[in-house]
C-alpha cells in the first residue's frame, strides 16, 4: 500500500457536499473524547494534522483526509451529553446519510480500553451491522493500563459487544501501539473491497 505525507482535505456539513472520490474510503467513529483525533495525527505520523481538543463534542462535521492509497474521514463523535435534542438529530442524520449512501471500505470503530462500551457504543456496531459495513474495533489510549490489562480488556470489550478477538486492536496515540496492525487492517480490507467490487461487475 502505497501512501504519502496525509493532507487535511476538506470538512463537510451536510451530504450534498460528501467528498467525490476514487479512493477506498476509511471512516473513523466513535464517541467525543475517546480519540479520533489523535489515532488519524498517530497514523500521519504527525502532531497536529486533526486538531484534538479538550473540550469535547465540539465537530458536527465529517473531516476528510487523504493519505494517499485511502481517504479517511473523521466522523462527528457521539454520545456528547450537553448537545441540544436538535443538534443530536441533525448528527444522527448526517451518520445515516454517510453510512448509507458512501462506498465504504471500512469503519474503523473506536472505544476508550478503560471503560465498558456505552449504549451509544453499542447503537453503533448496531448501525454498522445493519448497514452490513464492514468495520473493526480499534481499543484506544492502551497506554493507560498496565501492559498485562490489556489483553484481557481487549477480550471484555470483544465479548461485550459481540465481535471475536481478531476484530478489536489495541491502540496508543502516545506510544504508536497498533499502529502496523491498522495499516495492516486497512490494506486487506482494501483488497477485499476492490474483490467484492470486481465479483460484482462481473455478475
Ligand atoms: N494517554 C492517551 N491519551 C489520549 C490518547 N488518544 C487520545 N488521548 C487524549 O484524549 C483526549 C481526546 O482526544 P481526541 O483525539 O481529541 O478525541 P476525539 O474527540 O475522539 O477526536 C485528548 O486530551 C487526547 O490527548 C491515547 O492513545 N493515549
Ligand atoms: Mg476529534
Redesign the pocket.
Known amino acids: 500500500m502505497e501512501l504519502k505525507q496525509a493532507t487535511f482535505v476538506t470538512s463537510v456539513a451536510s451530504d450534498k457536499n460528501f467528498l467525490k472520490t476514487d479512493k477506498p474510503i476509511i471512516a ?1 467513529c ?13 497514523l500521519a505520523g504527525q502532531k497536529k494534522l ?5 473540550t ?2 465540539r ?1 458536527r462535521l465529517i473531516n476528510y483526509f487523504d493519505f494517499g492509497a485511502f481517504m479517511l474521514a ?1 466522523l462527528p ?1 457521539y454520545g456528547f451529553a450537553k448537545v441540544s435534542k436538535e443538534e443530536k438529530k441533525k448528527w444522527g442524520e448526517l451518520l445515516e446519510k454517510f453510512l448509507s449512501t458512501e462506498d465504504i471500505t471500512l469503519v474503523l470503530s ?1 472505544v476508550d480500553i478503560r471503560h465498558d462500551p456505552t449504549s451509544d457504543d453499542k447503537m453503533m456496531i448496531n448501525y454498522l451491522y445493519h448497514y452490513a459495513l464492514p468495520f473493526t474495533l480499534i481499543a ?5 493500563l498496565g501492559k498485562t490489562k490489556v489483553k484481557p480488556r481487549l477480550k471484555e470489550i470483544a465479548t461485550d459487544l459481540r465481535v471475536g478477538i481478531a476484530d478489536i486492536t489495541a ?5 504508536g ?1 497498533g499502529k502496523k496492525e491498522i495499516f495492516s487492517i486497512i490494506e486487506q480490507a482494501i483488497e477485499a473491497h476492490k474483490e467484492s467490487k470486481n465479483f460484482k461487475e462481473e455478475e
Open positions: 473513523i466513535g464517541k467525543s473524547n475517546v480519540g479520533k483525533s489523535s489515532l488519524i495525527n498517530m486533526a486538531k484534538t481538543s479538550v469535547p463534542g465537530t473523521d463523535g473506536l484506544t489510549k492502551a497506554d493507560k491502540s496508543s496515540a502516545d506510544t501501539l
